[in-house]
């Protein structure tokens, strides 16, 4: 069983960059697939990014592609969702978590059997 951590949240400019950390203990980490998803108050969690056990494919939204991106360590147990060219639309609660499920259901909140307690991005002027 592994725990998830984030961190690296806070308040930015628009257009600004942040980047989130997710940190594992208790498990072994290169067994999982990771993700971010993220939570705006009044909507529903919305997939962000994924990537796989070995970072040999990685997985985005629509709304991040070409903005964020994800990479991970295994020998360190982190992962990182780099994040640029923020947007208001952007803010939320951001959450990782961790799945053996294949790479077909990576999308899918439901598949996620592990997660962090969530770090708060707020991005506005």
């Known amino acids: 069983q592994v725990q998830l951590e984030e961190s690296g949240g806070g308040l930015v400019q628009p257009g600004g960059s942040l980047r989130l950390s997710c940190a594992a203990s208790?498990?072994?980490?290169?067994?999982?697939?990771v993700a971010w998803f993220r939570q705006a108050p009044g909507k529903e969690r919305q997939f962000v990014a994924a990537i796989t056990r070995t970072s040999s494919g990685t997985y985005y939204g629509d709304s991040v592609k070409g903005r964020f991106t994800l990479s991970r360590d295994n020998s360190a147990k982190k992962a990182y969702l780099k994040m640029n060219s923020l947007k208001p639309e952007d803010t939320a609660v951001y959450y990782c978590?961790?799945?053996?499920?294949?790479?077909?259901?990576?999308?899918?909140?439901?598949?996620?059997?592990?997660w962090g307690q969530g770090t708060q991005v707020t991005v506005a002027s």
């Open positions: 978590a961790a799945t053996t499920v294949v790479i077909s259901g990576l999308r899918d909140a439901a598949n996620y059997h592990y």
């Open positions: 208790g498990g072994t980490f290169r067994n999982y697939n």
